[in-house]
């Protein structure tokens, strides 16, 4: 089955940029999408369709991709950032949604 | 006000059946996919299958494929999801999400807790 590879965890200090990375052997053909995930809540959209902040998200927050790589990019990291983020994307053939692993991000 | 609501937290014993469910408001509920989600204690966000309400289209993820029945209601723009036979392992929280604001499944249920324990 398909899978999404991300790091476990990454770790920056307050107004650094931290970047998380997804890879999938699909990504050059399909899109990437990132949640952000606090403690005890629902997962927020943060960027879709690899680029693209939907309304309301912080301007630091940018996604690119690249052959078979994502990233979500925060730049300038806040305290308020520390959560768990998710890649998704589907699979060669479109009928199957994956997330990946999800990483855990510090901000201290 | 664009929002999903999920049904109460439920506690089971192994072997019963459950159905909850994920009601639709603020949007035009049979033109967007609605995904299902599990989350695990402490675990990530597995995608368990999908459902194109206007024409009840159903997509299961390979991992849940004949564990679980997705299905919907467009009349009271409801999606639900159950299970015939419970399972120590079927604990966790379960998402609905859908589409409406970007394409992209932008809007998310509060989430309902299952827990099955005898």
């Known amino acids: 089955s398909y899978e999404l590879t991300q790091p476990p965890s990454v770790s920056v200090s307050p107004g650094q940029t931290a970047r998380i990375t997804c890879s999938g052997d699909a990504l050059p053909k399909k899109y990437a999408y990132w949640y952000q995930q606090k403690s005890g809540q629902a997962p927020v959209l943060v960027i879709y369709?690899?680029?693209k902040r939907p309304s309301g998200i912080p301007e630091r927050f940018s996604g690119s991709s690249s052959g078979t790589m994502a990233t979500l990019t925060i730049s300038g990291a806040q305290v308020e950032d520390e959560a768990d983020y998710y890649c998704?994307?589907?699979?060669?053939?479109?009928?199957?949604?994956?997330f990946g692993g999800g990483t855990k991000l510090t901000v201290l | 006000e664009v929002q999903l609501v999920q049904s109460g937290a439920e506690v089971k014993k192994p072997g019963e059946s459950l159905k909850i469910s994920c009601k639709g408001s603020g949007y035009s509920f049979t033109s967007y996919w609605i995904g299902w989600v599990r989350q695990m204690p402490g675990k990530g966000l597995e995608w368990m299958g999908i459902?194109?309400?206007?024409?009840?289209?159903?997509r299961y993820s390979p991992s849940f494929q004949g564990q679980v029945t997705i299905s919907a209601d467009k009349s009271i723009s409801t999606a639900y999801l159950q299970w015939s036979s419970l399972k120590a392992s079927d604990t966790a929280m379960y998402y609905c999400?859908?589409?409406?604001?970007?394409?992209?499944?932008?809007?998310w249920g509060q989430g309902t807790m299952v827990t099955v324990s005898s």
């Open positions: 999400a859908s589409s409406p604001l970007t394409g992209a499944f932008d809007i």
């Open positions: 369709e690899d680029s």
């Open positions: 459902i194109y309400p206007g024409d009840s289209d159903t």
């Open positions: 998704y994307s589907t699979d060669s053939s479109g009928n199957h949604l994956v």
